[in-house]
């Protein structure tokens, strides 16, 4: 955390562009070291505390059950699972579990993040490398994803990425 303070002051004075880049890299990453270092946090109190949903290993859990040597996987934590209600929890993991199963098997994707971010709304994002829609598509999946979102008061999206691939977007309000 010192470190990011300090660079306000530091890295201006570094001349070579290449330097400059290369400390910039290594800031970014040290925010995202920060970042990931509060979502621990959250998560161990939330582990501590009766009745958590534990939300954080859930979906590890679901993403390690696709994972293989043809398929990465990843996943990114952003804010205090903590806060995410049983019910929501079981949704949300049924949510990863479901597009991340289509990505592999309806997509052949190789490679899979899922982001969960935590502030007013749970939003997941799952993004895949495969082959995106081929043909018409048959919604039965995402028509699961859908309703749940629904069931919650959120929304569900979807759609092509420029890159290959798809990515599905869920969120629903937090009370």
């Given at each position: 955390f010192?470190?990011?303070?300090?660079?306000?002051?530091a890295v201006p004075r570094i001349r070579p562009a290449d330097a400059h880049r290369r400390v910039e890299q290594c800031v970014d990453d040290l925010q995202d070291v920060i970042s990931e270092i509060r979502t621990a946090i959250f998560d161990l109190h939330s582990g501590s505390s009766a009745g958590s949903t534990r939300l954080r290993q859930r979906?590890?859990?679901?993403?390690?059950?696709?994972?293989?040597?043809?398929?990465?996987?990843?996943?990114?934590y952003s804010g205090p699972l903590s806060v995410i209600e049983p019910a929501i929890a079981d949704h949300a993991e049924a949510v990863a579990r479901e597009a991340v199963s289509n990505a592999v098997r309806h997509g052949n994707a190789t490679e899979i993040s899922v982001s969960v971010r935590v502030d007013d709304n749970l939003t997941i994002e799952i993004t895949d490398n495969g082959t995106g829609f081929n043909g018409p598509i048959t919604e039965s999946g995402l028509a699961n994803l859908r309703l749940r979102a629904e069931e919650c008061g959120g929304t569900l999206s979807f759609e092509e990425?420029?890159?290959?691939?798809?990515?599905?977007?869920w969120q629903v309000p937090l009370p």
């Open positions: 010192g470190a990011c303070l300090a660079r306000p002051g979906i590890d859990a679901a993403l390690t059950q696709f994972a293989s040597d043809g398929v990465r996987t990843s996943a990114s990425s420029p890159s290959g691939g798809i990515v599905v977007v």
